[in-house]
């Protein structure tokens, strides 16, 4: 005798805890396995690429900070290297390195929250996610001191960063620098080596080198399934060709590994914060940029290694004082494109660990 | 071995149990309750003494009933919702409200013809800034030529109904001078800190020094 | 009605004799109804009270292993708490679902809290302080906690909401399949104790029962966190997958009856734990019994709570294959050494065991135990280690 069983489609979202922002999944069920999967997008689209066609230049910088809220200093960074490749723009040696430092701050904050809901989405009663936030908290104490905001920062602008730092800022950055490591080992020892979380992760939601590449992946994602591409060593930009770091590359492509990924390449952050404390010497910090940019007409790509993957900006330039078009080549929207391949088969709560994994933000994914 | 991992979580949560130094940097805005070691502290007296001086206060807040007042240290780049802004120094010029990015900025102005230091000015009418809408990133500032808009450093701005949340001119006026040195760090190292209620004049916040009395003599009165 | 035992904080012949004492004479025919109405009001409410109280402890120790605060403004460190949660949960909308069977919605929470609440009957909290001592009290235990399942279906199903109806399915595979665990590891005890009545099995712990059978108490321990469905096993409502599981569409009152319960089972389970493991009310006679027994069922309650602090949830297919499995080969290998051990030592006249005989039996099973475990955790470790991921043949739905 057989039982007579039908699929079950659920809608996971907009609204679910899990889905991190209003992210739609229409999940056809089979008992509790994964049969077919339709991501919805679309619930946050906010037109920042249209509204980039109605500001200027120095304007579009504050959209930037909404693109990917965890790590708006990221965004920026990738903007104002666009507007300064289409403007030839010279930056001055001090903000470079000011900006890769806070550039680096960002992707251990990003990596930090990443790490701490992947955990949480395993079903860790927030402990984890606690810990990963007190010390993202240090960091965005960190920002508040450089720029006066903690989250939608819009430090930099066209031609360097928009103030120098102050002398708190290094004092509180030298006492991180030396906190930081220990409570990276504490995550570890708390996360790592648990079996749970082991029997969770490994195995689970895996991309092969070929598949991810195909799907244009990118970011932690991508070397995961041990694929070398990290665009600070493939395509230096500001001053990473100067600075000695590795780029921890993943052996299974599962979601295990893109945690491990995640926690290594936090380890290197740190690594070049120090160096670049080090390295960084006295000078201006701000090229001597007009308030209100004209570029000369033309069309740039300019991208950079974001927290979650190479984020791009695609400027066109008519001469006028904002862009004719700002497309954005977001990393979140484009790690989520081999949602498929990795969920069907699995079971409802590997749905949400893989999802937990991917690391997106819908704002980013929307635009 | 298998299953050590989890005896190690176990042993790291417990570690940051019972080891206060591993907490949050917690405050409870606007107060918090306060044991009788850390109200002791506060008088600067050992708690065994205070204790045996003030046993009512000691049963007090052993029961968490007394409160202290709580606020964050926030830094003096602290980007916050009162602008700060300098009847003195504005000319009414509406380089703020075009350099706005969300245009919640209204400017109406009248010519004044009252002769000013610098240059003329135009008499303010209307000056609402709807910070209901404001994203603080500070490209207002960053756009005034003459340094008259600041953003402020206070964050009690809540108010029942959004129409509250607009900030006119006499609110602009009336509001405590304690700008954010986001714009101006030269007043960090002058040891100026909002935070602690110093507040700045307008002669004070330009971005050029202040010219000398007989600096002002050469060039006005002299010419 | 025989009353030769009045001593003992909780003692149904104690109230009698008050009421006796205290009632008029036309109505002395109810003494019986007063007083067992009586026993049964405070022990019911002093349950509820330390299941509110037990909140507040929760949510601060919680929180204090998250390095945070917790709740700390209404009343001395909060601990006028759950008065506020109870009153929000209260005044809120009660909503029913409008295609939801409302029968069956409206009775599951009921239903709920009274198999919660109908396993306290039969614990001895001391010595002569119990509400009623059944001489199958541990068969009865057994069967009020496995109608948990019934009533948690009922809600999941009457819903009418898919989440629910996920949490309710993964409820009643679960916690049937790890009754049976459970029942194994109890079968142990029983040998030992050569009784089912709850006050006997306290009073044959001359030393407690965890330490002769480690096995047993493990796979009991870990069964019954399963029960009341607390990390790692607390698939039923894993608020990161389902929302909240089998309670997604409840409000309002019957949300906080809900939660009631769910609060409630971590005490009950630990007082099952004292009871049968840790030697019960059983301590050094400087302080009462009730006394000892609290202490245990808070250490026990604390352990739970550290471990859901600290770990994340298994999978349900992992779920099942940890009771099937490990915990079932456990359970097994536990009562069959018990078994020889006790055909071993056991006085054939009186069917009692000496407690020297109780420590041999004990130094053997904690061999076994680390024999086992060491055995098992290599053998899962290394499994683990080639698990690859099944191949699932997808058909396309249109």
Request: charge should be neutral; hydrophobic fraction near 45%.
């Amino acid at each position: 005798m057989s039982i007579r069983t039908e699929p079950v489609t659920i809608n996971l979202g907009p609204q679910h805890p899990s889905t991190h922002g209003v992210f739609r999944l229409r999940v056809t069920f089979d008992g509790e396995t994964v049969v077919d999967v339709d991501p919805v997008f679309g619930y946050m689209h906010r037109g920042t690429e249209k509204l980039a066609e109605t500001r200027s230049y120095v304007q579009i910088v504050t959209l930037t900070d909404r693109l990917d809220w965890v790590s708006s200093m990221s965004n920026n960074l990738a903007y104002v290297r666009a507007v300064e490749a289409l403007c030839e723009i010279e930056v001055p040696q001090r903000a470079q390195f000011l900006r890769v430092i806070a550039a680096e701050l960002q992707r251990i904050a990003s990596h930090l929250m990443a790490t701490g809901f992947l955990v949480n989405d395993m079903g860790a009663f927030a402990t984890p996610l606690m810990y990963c936030f007190r010390e993202r908290e240090r960091i965005l104490d960190l920002f508040e001191i450089l720029c006066g905001a903690r989250i939608t920062l819009s430090y930099m602008r066209p031609g360097g960063v928009f103030q120098d730092a102050p002398k708190a800022f290094w004092d509180n950055l030298d006492a991180l620098m030396k906190e930081m490591p220990i409570y990276i080992d504490e995550l570890e020892s708390l996360v790592t080596t648990n079996e749970i979380v082991l029997a969770r992760s490994k195995n689970v939601g895996v991309l092969t080198a070929e598949q991810s590449i195909n799907g244009s992946l990118s970011g932690p994602m991508l070397r995961a399934s041990s694929v070398d591409w990290d665009i600070r060593k493939s395509n230096p930009y500001e001053i990473y060709d100067k600075l000695n770091f590795e780029v921890p590359i993943g052996k299974n492509g599962d979601v295990f590994d893109r945690y491990l990924v995640r926690i290594k390449e936090m380890r290197e952050s740190l690594k070049i914060i120090g160096q670049c404390v080090d390295m960084i010497s006295e000078g201006p910090v701000r090229a001597d940029v007009p308030y209100n940019i004209r570029p000369p007409a033309g069309d740039i790509y300019s991208s950079i290694e974001a927290p979650k993957g190479e984020l791009g900006f695609y400027l066109v330039s008519d001469q006028s004082i904002s862009p004719y078009r700002c497309k954005i080549r977001s990393p979140s929207f484009m790690n989520l494109s081999l949602l498929r391949e990795m969920l069907v088969g699995w079971k409802m709560s590997d749905l949400i660990v893989i999802l937990g994994s991917v690391d997106f933000v819908m704002g980013e994914v929307d635009r | 071995m298998y299953g050590l991992g989890l005896l190690k979580g176990l042993i790291v949560t417990m570690k940051n149990l019972i080891s206060p130094g591993r907490m949050f940097t917690i405050h409870q805005y606007p107060d918090r309750k306060i044991s009788p070691l850390g109200l002791s502290k506060l008088e600067g007296k050992n708690v065994i003494s205070w204790g045996i001086n003030n046993p009512v206060k000691f049963l007090k807040s052993l029961l968490g009933l007394i409160s202290v007042p709580d606020k964050i240290a926030q830094s003096p780049r602290f980007r916050g919702q009162e602008f700060t802004w300098y009847e003195q120094r504005c000319t009414g010029c509406a380089s703020c409200a075009k350099y706005c990015p969300l245009g919640i900025i209204k400017i109406v102005t009248s010519p004044s013809g009252k002769a000013v230091p610098e240059g003329q000015k135009y008499a303010i009418d209307v000056f609402d800034i709807d910070i209901g809408r404001c994203m603080f990133c500070g490209l207002c500032v960053e756009a005034c030529p003459y340094d008259a808009l600041h953003m402020g450093s206070g964050f009690e701005e809540g108010t029942y109904q959004r129409k509250d949340l607009v900030i006119n001119v006499d609110r602009l006026k009336s509001a405590p001078k304690k700008p954010s040195t986001w714009f101006r760090p030269q007043l960090e190292e002058l040891g100026y800190d909002p935070d602690s209620g110093d507040e700045i004049t307008w002669d004070q916040i330009g971005r050029h020094e202040r010219p000398s009395l007989s600096d002002q003599e050469d060039k006005w009165v002299k010419r | 009605m025989m009353c030769e035992q009045a001593e003992g904080l909780v003692n149904f012949c104690r109230i009698y004799k008050i009421y006796e004492f205290i009632l008029p004479s036309w109505l002395s025919s109810f003494t019986y109804f007063f007083s067992a109405i009586t026993l049964a009001l405070t022990v019911i409410n002093i349950l509820i009270i330390s299941t509110a109280l037990y909140t507040w402890f929760e949510r601060r120790t919680l929180a204090r292993f998250q390095s945070r605060l917790g709740p700390n403004r209404w009343g001395p460190f909060g601990i006028l708490q759950p008065i506020a949660d109870v009153i929000k949960a209260i005044t809120k909308e009660d909503t029913v679902p409008e295609s939801a069977d409302k029968v069956v919605f409206n009775m599951a929470p009921i239903l709920l809290i009274i198999t919660t609440l109908l396993v306290i009957i039969v614990i001895p909290l001391g010595p002569n302080s119990f509400m009623g001592s059944l001489n199958i009290g541990i068969i009865f235990i057994i069967g009020i906690t496995s109608m948990n399942t019934i009533s948690i279906f009922m809600g999941g199903w009457a819903s009418r909401n898919k989440y629910a109806m996920f949490g309710a399915m993964r409820s009643v595979a679960m916690l049937i399949t790890y009754e049976i665990p459970m029942g194994i590891a109890i079968v142990g005890i029983l040998l030992l104790s050569n009784s089912l009545a709850l006050s006997d099995i306290v009073l044959s712990q001359t030393i407690p029962f965890f330490i002769i059978q480690p096995i047993g108490f493990f796979v009991f321990f870990a069964a019954s966190i399963a029960e009341i469905s607390r990390t790692p096993f607390d698939q039923i409502e894993a608020e990161s997958e389902l929302g909240s599981g089998f309670h997604t569409e409840y409000s309002g009152i019957k949300f906080a009856i809900i939660t009631l319960a769910e609060f409630m089972a971590p005490i009950i389970s630990a007082i099952v734990i004292t009871t049968l493991y840790l030697g019960g009310f059983k301590g050094p006679s400087i302080l009462p019994a009730e006394f000892w027994f609290s202490i245990k069922v808070f250490g026990v309650i604390f352990f739970m709570l550290w471990i859901r602090a600290t770990w994340p949830r298994l999978r349900i297919d992992q779920i099942m294959n940890f009771a099937w499995k490990p915990l079932f080969g456990l359970g097994l290998f536990n009562l069959f050494s018990i078994a020889i051990e006790v055909f071993v030592f056991q006085d054939k006249v009186t069917g009692f065991i000496s407690t020297s005989h109780y420590w041999i039996m004990a130094g053997i099973n904690w061999v076994f135990a680390i024999l086992l475990f060491f055995g098992i955790t290599q053998i899962i470790g290394n499994k683990n280690k080639e698990k690859i991921k099944h191949s699932y043949k997808t058909n396309m739905i249109s």
